[in-house]
């Protein structure tokens, strides 16, 4: 039994050894929002590009 | 260098490196050393893994490409932010669950110890001969420029970097980055300032972007394709993605980076801190190089960049002939920077016209630059036969020499000894853990007591120190050396990467499958380099998509047993 009530964070140094992690789990939003800001930093260059083309 | 510049030098690399020194000292374990006890927060993380990709090689020749080519080298980034997600998502937890001091002892816990121990040799040897081009690219140029004796530089940054890596491990490289690249930031910015601020009065910003756009530089974006095109958009989505996925993945350079962090979230964060400030970093360093060549417009630049060389091909019995192009150079020089004064006045008083007749006059001009230029490293190379004709890495630390202020270029310098030595740190680190717990403790010495691993570890660490600097010192007789170790580090990553996809994805293929599957993906992506003009970002490609195709094929072929998917070991079998 546990010691404490809290239940264990998944990204704990020991989680279960049974298969692989999830591959996005709870931190799906986080990357998802990093792609994003990526995309538009991208996009942003495009078109300064487009905009500035000789 | 004023008295000023050299005390801003002194005081800010001598204080890291007695400050990485001192405050790290004595770590007694394996786990103290090679991991830091495991105790690293994510800005931490976060900057030592960007310190240990950008070498002082990116804050000198960056500027300089954007300065020759413009802004399209970006896109070599731009897979990169993707990539820290796979790595975050699924490599993290993964060496984290497995407690690994190294990422090749993954692969023997998951395969065997063939597999491993393929997976560390192909990481010595590129990174063991990678390491001594990453002292000897700045101590070249420092030495050229500033007249600093190439033997002593070189042994200088060695020396400095073995001796807070040794005495304070993996937490003592973390650490020192971190500062390094408070040092490298501040610098860039305030270079930068001075960069824009030099513009004559009347070329503000804004007509400083535009001339540029006129001349190509603010060229971000390429959405054409063409396999053989090293940079556009889909080569460095796609190839740059795969590259990303294994420097950061599977090299231990990146990997010892973090997996000292104090827990997966921690380690997920610095990795994603890298992703999210990448691309807008490496835009800022281009763009830098932009406004210096924007700068050069309108304050005449010379034929040649190498100003030592150029000399040489003055001084030579060749030398009326450079100084006649010399001279059609200087008329190009000038006509350019009347167009880009039509230009600049067309578009304040919003005369369509006349700035559409200044742009043709621009482009006209840079191509007889451009034109007279080739011509001039021609007879360079004719006049002085041992010439190296690409100096774009020469622009910027030139720029800086002509034009910062006192103090700035100390502060400069420092930046560039900054990044060579926070990259070579986290190489000298990674090779001396990867020779001890890899071929050490794993092979060599399975029964030595912790105290002699560790006593290894640091002789190991000191080794590959001296070998670096040996290598830096003698690199200037093998230039050709240089380059096929430039390029033998990008043939190996797409195999490398292709073992640990298959290693976390395809759970059936087992040892011998992949061993001989990797085997067969180099030889693809050597025939591929020796055959074919295929830009070398889509070998990553090639590599790793070869070996897994082949290790699945394999282990159809091969029949069941050991080395085959029923030997496939629990994942805490690590050794």
Redesign the interface.
């Known amino acids: 039994m546990s010691t404490s009530d809290a239940p264990a ?1 998944p ?5 279960p ?1 049974d298969g ?2 999830p ?3 709870r ?1 799906r939003n ?2 998802l929002a ?2 994003l ?2 995309a538009v ?2 996009g942003l ?2 078109l ?2 487009a ?4 | 260098m004023t008295t000023l510049d050299w005390t801003v030098l002194f005081a800010t690399t001598a204080f890291i490196v007695v400050w990485g020194i001192f405050r790290y000292r004595g770590a007694q374990t394996m786990e103290g050393y090679l991991r830091g006890g495991n105790s690293l927060r994510w800005p931490t993380i976060g900057l030592s893994v960007m310190a240990t990709q950008a070498s002082a090689v990116t804050f000198l020749s960056v500027p300089g490409q954007g300065y020759e080519d413009g802004m399209r080298f970006v896109q070599f980034y731009f897979g990169l932010p993707l990539a820290m997600v796979v790595v975050a998502a699924v490599f993290v937890p993964m060496y984290y669950r497995m407690r690994v001091y190294t990422a090749y002892e993954y692969l023997e816990s998951r395969f065997d110890l063939k597999t491993r121990l393929l997976g560390a040799s192909l990481f010595l040897v590129s990174r063991g001969l990678a390491a001594g081009i990453t002292i000897y690219a700045p101590a070249i140029l420092l030495s050229s420029i500033l007249g600093w004796p190439l033997y002593w530089t070189n042994i200088g940054i060695g020396a400095a970097v073995v001796l807070y890596t040794v005495a304070g491990g993996s937490k003592a490289v973390s650490q020192t980055q971190k500062q390094q690249m408070i040092v490298v930031l501040a610098g860039l910015v305030a270079t930068g300032f001075v960069a824009c601020g030099k513009l004559p009065d009347d070329v503000g910003v804004g007509d400083a972007i535009s001339l540029a756009g006129a001349l190509d530089r603010v060229n971000a974006v390429d959405a054409s394709f063409a396999v053989s095109d090293r940079y556009n958009l889909w080569s460095g989505l796609t190839g740059g993605f795969f590259l990303a996925l294994a420097y950061f993945g599977t090299d231990q350079s990146q990997v010892g980076r973090y997996i000292n962090g104090r827990s997966v979230t921690e380690s997920r964060l610095g990795l994603l801190f890298n992703g999210m400030f990448k691309i807008p970093m490496q835009a800022a360093i281009l763009f830098l190089g932009v406004m210096v060549f924007v700068f050069h417009i309108f304050v005449a630049p010379p034929v040649f960049w190498n100003a030592p060389t150029l000399e040489a091909a003055r001084a030579s019995a060749d030398g009326p002939k450079i100084a006649l192009i010399e001279a059609r150079w200087e008329e190009a020089v000038a006509e350019r920077a009347e167009a880009a004064r039509a230009f600049v006045t067309a578009r304040d008083v919003e005369d369509a016209a006349a700035e559409a007749a200044a742009r043709t006059r621009l482009a006209t001009a840079q191509g007889v630059m451009d034109a007279t230029r080739e011509e001039a490293k021609a007879a360079i190379v004719a006049a002085v036969p041992k010439a190296e004709t690409k100096d774009s890495d020469y622009i910027f630390l030139s720029f800086a020499l002509a034009n910062l202020p006192a103090g700035l270029l100390g502060l400069l310098v420092a930046v560039i000894l900054s990044a060579a030595m926070s990259s070579i740190a986290s190489e000298l680190s990674a090779l001396g853990s990867t020779t001890t717990v890899d071929y050490y403790r794993r092979v060599l010495r399975p029964d030595a007591t912790e105290r002699r691993t560790l006593v290894a570890s640091k002789l190991f660490t000191v080794g590959w120190g001296v070998v670096a600097v040996a290598f830096a010192t003698f690199a200037s007789l093998l230039d050709n050396l240089i380059q096929a170790v430039n390029i033998l580090g990008s043939l190996f990553y797409g195999t490398v990467l292709g073992i640990f996809l298959v290693a976390f994805f395809f759970k059936r293929v087992g040892g011998t499958a992949v061993f001989w599957a990797a085997i067969a993906g180099e030889a693809l992506v050597v025939s591929c380099f020796a055959f074919t003009d295929i830009g070398y970002l889509w070998f990553n490609v090639i590599g790793c998509g070869a070996v897994i195709v082949a290790a699945l094929a394999l282990q159809m072929a091969l029949p069941r047993g050991p080395g085959g998917a029923a030997a496939v070991k629990a994942p805490d079998s690590a050794a």
């Open positions: 964070a990204e704990d140094r020991s989680p050894d692989p992690p591959f996005l789990g931190w986080v990357y990093l792609v800001a990526q930093i991208i260059l495009a300064l590009t905009a500035l083309a000789p």
